[in-house]
């Protein structure tokens, strides 16, 4: 672990409101770029996510965390110490709920004109879902993400909560706390970034509406290129078992994987015909039968087809190019992946290991300026136990 803070973002003081799921990944990403990131977690500890020990909560690595009861008055006052010297601060309540606890955008912004709020939420701040519950499955169901994914004829397959939360959620809540955080200082005002992860799913679909709307792309899913209907950009069982996928879309690749199938162009059907992809599928499965995956692999080494095992989260630490580019490390005898993306001058880090909630509840609020009267008042009052 590193003794200092690394990365593009050292010296950027962002406060965190603990929650679960698309806002610890958030401030991880932001932590592993440097950022200065207290957590303020609950003094029960456990708050929803994995009930794990706590050095496997990777999402709450590279942060402090103190423990507040933010039921109290008292800890919005706290929180708003803590947010004079922050450059900015995320929350995943839903609507109203920071404003019920004396910590909401106007509240902040009053004590530091200049604070990047960002606020997570899954329907958003408004609209006639604003205040219902839901999950990333919920948010890649309402906005075609989920009925485009999946086999021809067979059920939506769900992308665990890669497209909602994270992809939808976290990475658009970066974006927007970065850029603010650009614009905050050349304007001195900060402003209040309404990341919904609705919002973020629908954009990552951006291409695929394009496409739709141009007439290229079917609204029945898995008989597209991209979604496992092309037959040279989809998956295949090998002999053991195992699975290779296959992305030879473009013609140079299409002849090289031919030709590493023991395949002659003139005996198979046209590779945009799609009214004979089911053939050219059979064909294509059947040769992939013929040979294991790892020597399928061999043979497709250098040759460019763009094929790749499917490895599982067990194997894919150990392949030889993401062991060259440490792609994984391990950190506090726990494997995991290492921070992305990778800067040349100022590179990131993994600052320390997750936190066991209130963990540093004194030793980070000294750090931020509070002194030992304003500690023994917390603990007086019930705002903190350590």
Not at 128 to 139: K, R
Not at 303 to 311: G, K, S, W
Request: glycine share 12%; proline share 7%.
């Amino acid at each position: 672990m590193t003794s200092e803070a690394k990365g593009p973002l050292a010296g950027i003081r962002i406060v965190e409101l603990g929650g679960v799921g698309p806002v610890p990944f958030c401030a991880m990403l932001l932590a592993d770029l440097g950022a200065d990131i207290v957590r303020i977690d609950r003094p029960t500890g456990y708050d929803g996510g994995a009930p794990v020990d706590p050095r496997f909560n990777l999402l709450n690595r590279g942060r402090r965390s103190a423990a507040l009861d933010l039921k109290k008055k008292e800890a919005a006052v706290a929180v708003l110490k803590l947010v004079r010297k922050a450059d900015a601060l995320i929350e995943g309540f839903r609507p109203g709920v920071a404003e019920k606890l004396g910590v909401g955008p106007d509240d902040c912004l009053a004590v530091n004109p200049a604070l990047v709020y960002g606020r997570m939420t899954g329907w958003g701040q408004d609209g006639p879902l604003a205040q219902d519950p839901g999950h990333d499955i919920s948010y890649v169901a309402l906005t075609g993400v989920l009925h485009s994914i999946g086999i021809e004829g067979g059920p939506p397959t769900i992308p665990l909560n890669l497209a909602g939360d994270f992809g939808g959620g976290s990475l658009y809540l970066a974006l927007g706390l970065v850029s603010a955080l650009l614009e905050s200082r050349s304007s001195g005002r900060g402003q209040v970034i309404d990341a919904a992860m609705v919002d973020g799913s629908a954009s990552l679909m951006t291409l695929v509406y394009g496409l739709r709307a141009a007439g290229y792309w079917n609204d029945e899913r898995g008989t597209n290129r991209l979604d496992s209907g092309a037959p040279w950009y989809s998956v295949y069982e090998t002999k053991d078992g195992r699975w290779l996928s296959v992305g030879a879309g473009e013609a140079r690749f299409w002849r090289n994987t031919l030709r590493v199938l023991g395949l002659r162009e003139e005996d198979l059907p046209d590779q945009h015909d799609r009214s004979r992809w089911p053939e050219l599928r059979e064909r294509f499965a059947s040769a992939f039968r013929t040979r294991t995956r790892d020597e399928w692999c061999a043979a497709a080494e250098g040759q460019e087809t763009c094929m790749a095992p499917v490895l599982s989260l067990a194997e894919a630490p150990n392949h030889p190019h993401l062991r060259a580019r440490a792609t994984f490390v391990e950190a506090e005898g726990v494997v995991q992946p290492a921070p992305a993306p990778r800067f040349s001058r100022t590179p990131g880090a993994i600052q320390r290991p997750p936190a066991e909630p209130g963990q540093h509840t004194e030793e980070v609020l000294a750090d931020w300026g509070f002194t030992d009267e304003d500690l023994a008042a917390l603990r007086a009052t019930g705002v903190t136990s350590s």
